[in-house]
């Protein structure tokens, strides 16, 4: 009776939904192309990835959707040569998950906020958007780890306010950082710290992309940005005048590809994928393309809700 | 510069102005669809629909749009309804729009003029006919300016679709400043798109207004003129289009005669032998028969026991102070009120309940209406603001008796003609003066071929010097179409001059009535004497 009632709904919302599949054909004419395709991965498939299309089936000749936050150059960004592709290794590495499974990729554009929600919803089948597994979130998706965590800490030119990295150096400063970051309740945590030295806790102000935060700091509304080493170094390769990169710290924590809790059989296929990729060494020649330090490889491993 | 100007030309942020159309669109149209509905909702005489439409409008307009693009992108499948971006965005901005757009269209309709209303109801236009024909056309013209913001506004507000991923021209702009760090020159370029959408949405506003505009030719012609101004044959074509519209107009000082009197007409002034003429009428058969009518309005007690015949052909003038009843009677007689208590039947037929005595519902009682041929003219005239003279007149013929346009003109013509305006037809109301708006509504009242024309004080809001061409108007109605009518009127020689009986109404109560001559030279009742005596000392 229940499938029933949602069959119902379902018709009546065709009519609608043919309404909107003409009408975004017509705007995918225009476009010239109906969704954003990436760059193939720079080398072929390993060999061993023939059995796992075998031992999984199910996900060949499928066109699966990986939620992307495409403000972080170097991991995933418009390419600004033709702004019809997503690139940076991130995506390579989805690419080369796919070729390897037997899938495509196509991208969904979201806030950062918003990823994780995205693959609840259903309306993403993977995130892959460098993306940090912690517990916390481990509550709302599966976690499969590829890369450790070094930040960043991006500053005016000369770093007037002296920042050293996630300590009592930040307290009074002005954070910019992302909604959803992982960095956000560590600069929180400060303030206890702070208190106890007399000085005032650090002031954090919540932006939706990486842009924005970098923005904050050139406009002199922030003082620092603490994130991922590459994208800070990507941002002072912009600005080679006006930023500067004060330190790097390590984070106790790894970049991990999400996907839906409970989906045992595609959780275990996406890390078999991408432990042959490792092994194979394409995934280091994929961070030597994108000049990630090799030493920031981890070996695949779940980080799960308790 | 340079890259300002590499920008807006780039077509992945070009295209995405498409996605931000789409969206627009189908938010507008969605939003525009569910604000007819939720503005009938709220319009209705249905108790639980204005609720239901209230609550939906505290929640929808209640909430951000950006939770509404989120809950329809990502709560919805937990439900089973899955939409993709745009649809969801789409949805959402529908969703969000509806309630401010129904509310726009309920302003708009409840500002059209109540009189307009009363008079279509009088002329026997069922609700549907008079929400299609009278109250929507005046109500769409004015309602352009804010549905104009309102496109404006959802055009905007599409940008936050980019929150649910759909590519559209906000979402573009910030990937690609993301991408290239070309911050500033992209957003200048995104924003110079939207000021050129936005200006075009201006532009339609405009050249819809001017469509619309009453004082400007019909639109079909205004089109037809634009294209003949832009072919290569247009002296001719401008010339043979420019013709079709004599406009007589601004000669509203000029005097508009009314046509030689008929014979009938000038015999009645030299003198009517007033005993003959009632022991004739008093053989007709009743027009209007009133019996023990109560009516209150709370404890106010506006009608209080009337009991009154008019026989066919019989014309009786209402006096009494204000607040005597005199309206209230009036639009009791056509039912465009109801009452407590009392019956009344017109032409043997008793308006408002049918033979078991439930009451009809609107639609019927217009069609009752139109039928039993009871007539109504108003003292602030009430003419359609929309329709010219000829068509105030003519088409509720069409609407109501269903005549062919050529027969409804015909006798809409002739009717103005002898009211004294044929060459005012193409006139609009506003365009009229006071007079000539009361003789076009008598023309219109009396194009149904009413059985029973009721006038309420037709000369009251007229300036003094109108005064007389409208009373000549019906005085000649009197005498030339042998119609019932009632008048309720200040006018006390015109009283004496075109009544077979005078009726005196004080505090809801029929006082005094008699023939004409006794009531205003030998009143019994001090209370009619006193009225009388005051008003001839004005």
New interface residues.
């Given amino acids: 009776m229940k499938k029933l009632n949602?069959e119902g709904?379902?018709a009546l919302?065709r009519s609608?939904?043919g309404?909107?599949m003409m009408?975004?054909a017509?705007?995918a004419t225009?476009?010239?192309a109906v969704l954003?395709s990436a760059e193939p991965a720079a080398a072929a498939a390993p060999a061993a990835c023939a059995g796992l299309q075998t031992k999984y089936p199910a996900l060949k000749g499928k066109t699966l959707v990986n939620?992307i936050n495409?403000?972080?150059?170097g991991y995933e960004?418009?390419?600004?040569k033709d702004?019809?592709k997503y690139i940076g290794f991130d995506i390579d590495l989805g690419e080369a998950i796919g070729d390897c499974l037997g899938f495509k990729l196509t991208y969904?554009?979201?806030?950062f906020a918003?990823l994780l929600?995205?693959l609840?919803?259903?309306?993403a089948d993977i995130v892959i958007s460098d993306i940090y597994a912690t517990k916390d979130r481990a509550k709302a998706a599966d976690f499969i780890t590829y890369l450790k965590v070094f930040d960043g800490v991006l500053v005016a030119k000369g770093n007037p306010k002296k920042i050293t990295g996630i300590d009592t150096s930040l307290c009074g400063a002005v954070a910019a950082e992302n909604t959803g970051y992982v960095e956000v309740p560590l600069i929180q945590a400060l303030e206890a710290e702070c208190k106890a030295a007399g000085k005032p806790a650090p002031e954090i102000q919540l932006y939706?992309?990486?842009?924005n935060c970098?923005?904050a700091i050139l406009s002199g509304r922030a003082d620092t940005y603490i994130n991922d080493v590459n994208t800070v170094d990507g941002?002072v390769k912009?600005?080679p005048d006006k930023l500067a990169k004060a330190t790097a710290v390590m984070l106790p924590y790894s970049v991990g590809i999400a996907v839906p809790r409970g989906k045992v059989e595609f959780r275990d296929a996406v890390m078999a994928a991408l432990t042959e990729i490792q092994k194979s060494g394409l995934q280091g020649e994929l961070m030597k393309k994108w000049n990630l330090p090799d030493n920031q490889i981890e070996a695949p491993s779940l980080v799960l809700a308790d | 510069m340079d890259l300002f100007l590499q920008y807006l030309s780039?077509?992945?942020?070009v295209?995405g102005i498409?996605?931000t159309l789409?969206i627009t669109?189908?938010g507008l149209g969605g939003g525009l669809v569910m604000g007819v509905v939720l503005a009938g909702m709220q319009l209705s005489r249905f108790g639980a629909l204005a609720l239901l439409s209230r609550t939906y409008a505290i929640i929808f307009r209640g909430t951000p749009l950006i939770l509404q693009m989120?809950f329809c992108?990502?709560?919805l499948?937990?439900?089973?309804?899955?939409?993709?971006?745009?649809?969801a965005a789409?949805?959402a901005l529908a969703l969000n729009e509806a309630p401010f757009i129904a509310e726009i269209i309920r302003a708009n309709v409840i500002g059209v003029d109540r009189g307009q209303v009363s008079a279509a109801q009088a002329l026997g236009m069922t609700p549907n006919v008079i929400m299609g024909r009278v109250v929507a056309p005046q109500a769409i013209r004015s309602m352009v300016p804010a549905l104009g913001n309102e496109a404006v506004s959802a055009l905007k507000n599409s940008s936050l679709a980019s929150?649910?991923?759909v590519?559209e021209l906000t979402?573009?702009s910030?990937?690609?400043?993301?991408?290239?760090?070309d911050?500033f020159s992209i957003f200048f370029a995104s924003g110079l798109m939207y000021l050129l959408l936005t200006g075009v949405v201006a532009l339609i506003q405009i050249v819809v207004e001017m469509l619309l505009d009453l004082d400007r030719p019909k639109p079909a012609e205004q089109i037809a003129r634009f294209f003949c101004a832009l072919s290569p044959f247009r002296t001719r074509s401008v010339a043979a289009l420019a013709a079709p519209t004599p406009t007589p107009d601004d000669q509203a000082t000029a005097q508009d005669p009314l046509p030689p009197a008929s014979p009938k007409v000038t015999m009645a002034a030299a003198g009517v032998d007033r005993a003959a003429r009632a022991s004739r009428l008093s053989g007709n058969t009743d027009a209007v028969e009133v019996r023990g009518l109560h009516k209150a309005y709370g404890p106010n007690v506006v009608l209080n026991g009337i009991d009154l015949t008019i026989k066919a052909g019989e014309v009786v003038v209402l006096l009494g102070p204000s607040g005597s009843g005199k309206s209230t009677l009036l639009r009791c007689i056509n039912r465009l009120e109801g009452w407590e208590e009392g019956s009344i039947r017109v032409g043997g037929r008793s308006l408002g309940v049918n033979e078991e005595g439930k009451p009809l519902s609107p639609r019927a009682i217009a069609q009752m209406r139109a039928s039993v041929g009871v007539g109504m003219v108003f003292q602030q005239f009430n003419l359609f603001g929309h329709l010219t003279a000829r068509e105030n007149v003519a088409d509720p013929l069409r609407w109501v008796q269903g005549l062919s346009r050529f027969d409804a003109d015909r006798r809409a013509d002739a009717l103005l003609e002898r009211v004294g305006l044929a060459h005012r037809a193409n006139a609009l109301p506003r365009h009229l003066s006071g007079g000539q708006q009361q003789r076009v509504a008598i023309a219109r009242a009396v194009a149904q071929n009413p059985s029973v024309l009721l006038l309420d004080e037709p000369t009251s809001a007229l300036d003094p010097e109108l005064v007389n061409e409208v009373l000549e108007v019906i005085r000649r109605l009197a005498v030339e179409d042998g119609l019932a009518m009632i008048i309720s009127t200040h006018q006390l020689r015109f009283a004496a001059d075109v009544a077979d009986r005078i009726i005196f109404l004080s505090g809801g109560s029929i006082v005094e009535e008699g023939p004409a001559d006794e009531i205003l030279n030998r009143p019994r009742h001090p209370l009619t004497a006193r009225f009388l005596s005051k008003m001839e000392g004005e």
């Fill in positions: 949602i709904s379902r919302l609608w939904m309404l909107c009408a975004q017509v705007a225009v476009t010239g954003l939620a495409p403000h972080t150059p960004a418009l390419d600004p702004p019809s969904k554009s979201v806030t918003a929600t995205t609840q919803a259903g309306q939706d992309n990486n842009a970098i923005q941002a912009a600005y | 780039q077509p992945y942020l295209t498409v996605y789409l669109v189908l989120i992108y990502n709560a499948p937990l439900i089973g309804i899955k939409l993709s971006a745009i649809e789409s949805l929150v649910v991923s590519q979402l573009r910030t990937q690609l400043a993301s991408a290239t760090f911050f």
